[in-house]
C-alpha cells in the first residue's frame, strides 16, 4: 500500500470501498470479490481494500470491535500492542504523568499511543515510516482522540519537552525476527540511555519489549514487569527509576478485565526444595520469568520440587490467580514401559503431558506410550534433586470457571 492508495481509503470513496468488500468478502471467494469491484475500481485500491479488511479481521483479536474502524500494515498489526495490555500500561503511565505530555517514540500504527490519549495523557508519536505514521494518524482520529504524529528518528526527538517517554523499538527485520537487543531500530543501547537513563525532563520513561530479555539488560534502579494476557506471557514492560515500584514483576491480565501483580517483595529469596506433596502449581508464565516462583511458595504454603525448575508443591489446596493447581494422584515411574502399564492399568488414552527441565517431547512420548484407553489423563514431568518424576494428576476445577 503507497500513500495515495492510503488516503484514498480514508476518504469517503475509500470508506465506500471498504464497506463494499466487508460486505462481501470470504477467504475462500475474495478472488471473485476483487473481480467484481474492478469493474468499478483500479485494481490496485481493489487489492489494498482486501488487504485491509483482511487485516481487520485479523486484528480482531487485539483490538475488538475497534478494529473495523482502524487502518493497519502487516508488520505494524504483528508489533501492536494487544487492547488490554496497552490500557494496563497507558493507565500506570496516566497515573505518573497527571495527564502531562507523552512522547511515543517508536508509535507504529499507534496502538499504545490510543491507549494513551484515551488515559488522558497528551500524546505525541513518532515513526520512522511515512505510511506507519499516517495510520497511527488516522487510528487516533477513528476513536475521536487527539494527538500528533510525525515521521523521524527516535533519536532525533528532544526529549526535554516531554513529561514521559515511550519506545516500542521494532523487533522484526527483513529476515524475520530479531533477537539481539542491539540491533533493534533505535538499539537498546539508546532506549537504555534516553528513555530509561532519565534524558527526559520530566518523571521518566518505559520500554515495550519482548518477555524473553535477559534480566542483565534491566539498568540498575529500573523495573523489569513480565505481562501475561488469559495466561499467555505477552511482553515485558521496563519502567525507568523514577516509575518503578520493585525491581521485578509479575502482571497478570485477563480479557475480563481482571488484573493481579506480584512482585520482588511478595517473593523469598529461596524456598525449600522437597518431593511431591498432594498438589501441585504450575505458575503463570509471567512470573516465571520474573523470577518469583517462591512467592507463590509462599501463597500455598509450599515448596519447591526442585531450586531450578518453575513446579511448586503442597500439601493443601489453594487457588490462586498465580499458578494453575493440580491434584497429585499419583508417582509414576519415569520409564516409557513402565508408563504405558501404569497408565493402561488406570484405562488413559487422551493425554495431556507438562513437562519442565527433563529432555522430552511431549508429542513423541504420548505417541511411543500407544495408550487406548477411553478416560482423560494429565502427566506432568519434572526434574528433582534426585531424579526425573512423572506425576499422574487431576487440574483443579477453577471457583470462577
Not at 85 to 95: K, P, Q, S
Not at 144 to 157: I, Q, R, T
Request: glycine share 12%.
Amino acid at each position: 500500500m503507497d500513500r495515495s492508495q492510503l488516503e484514498f481509503l480514508l476518504g469517503p470513496g475509500g470508506r465506500v470501498l471498504l464497506d463494499d468488500v466487508d460486505s462481501s468478502y470470504a477467504g475462500t471467494n475474495s478472488l471473485a470479490v476483487a473481480s467484481r469491484l474492478r469493474q468499478r475500481y483500479p485494481g490496485d485500491l481493489v487489492a489494498a481494500a482486501l488487504t485491509q479488511v483482511e487485516l481487520r479481521r485479523r486484528a480482531t483479536d487485539k483490538f475488538g470491535n475497534a478494529a473495523a474502524g482502524m487502518f493497519f500494515t502487516p508488520n505494524g498489526l504483528e508489533q501492536a500492542t494487544h487492547r488490554v495490555v496497552a490500557t494496563h500500561r497507558a493507565e500506570r503511565l496516566a497515573a505518573a504523568g497527571g495527564g502531562g505530555r507523552l512522547v511515543d517514540l517508536c508509535c507504529g500504527i499507534g496502538a499504545d499511543l490510543v491507549a494513551a490519549a484515551a488515559a488522558g495523557l497528551q500524546v505525541s508519536g513518532v515513526d520512522s515510516d511515512p505510511i506507519t505514521a499516517r495510520v497511527a494518524t488516522a487510528n487516533l482520529a477513528s476513536r475521536g482522540l487527539p494527538g500528533s504524529v510525525v515521521v523521524g528518528a527516535a533519536e532525533d526527538v528532544d526529549l526535554s519537552t516531554y513529561d514521559l517517554v515511550f519506545a516500542d523499538p521494532a523487533r522484526r527485520g527483513p529476515r524475520g525476527r530479531i533477537f539481539d537487543p542491539e540491533a533493534f531500530s533505535p538499539p537498546w543501547s539508546f532506549v537504555e540511555h534516553a528513555v530509561l537513563g532519565g534524558t527526559a525532563a520530566g518523571r521518566g520513561g518505559a520500554v515495550k519489549t519482548a518477555p524473553g530479555i535477559p534480566h542483565a539488560r534491566v539498568p540498575a534502579g529500573a523495573e523489569a514487569e513480565f505481562v501475561s494476557l488469559d495466561g499467555g506471557l505477552r511482553e515485558a514492560c521496563i519502567w525507568s527509576p523514577g516509575l518503578a515500584g520493585a525491581a521485578r514483576r509479575a502482571t497478570l491480565l485477563r480479557s475480563d478485565g481482571g488484573a493481579v501483580s506480584m512482585c520482588d517483595a511478595d517473593a523469598p529469596g529461596s524456598a525449600d526444595a522437597r518431593p511431591v506433596g498432594a498438589h501441585l502449581y504450575e505458575p503463570d508464565d509471567a512470573v516465571i520469568r520474573a523470577h518469583l516462583v517462591t512467592g507463590v511458595a509462599r501463597l500455598v504454603d509450599g515448596w519447591l520440587l526442585d531450586p531450578h525448575v518453575g513446579y511448586v508443591s503442597s500439601d493443601r489446596r489453594t487457588d490462586t490467580p498465580f499458578a494453575r493447581g493440580f491434584e497429585v494422584l499419583e508417582v509414576l515411574p519415569y520409564r516409557v514401559r513402565a508408563l504405558r502399564a501404569a497408565l493402561r492399568a488406570r484405562g488413559i488414552g487422551p493425554l495431556t503431558v507438562k513437562k519442565r527441565g527433563v529432555v522430552v517431547t511431549p508429542e513423541e512420548l504420548v505417541s511411543r506410550l500407544r495408550l487406548t484407553g477411553d478416560e482423560p489423563g494429565t502427566l506432568i514431568l519434572s526434574r528433582t534433586p534426585h531424579s526425573a518424576v512423572a506425576l499422574l494428576v487431576r487440574p483443579h476445577r477453577r471457583p470462577d470457571r
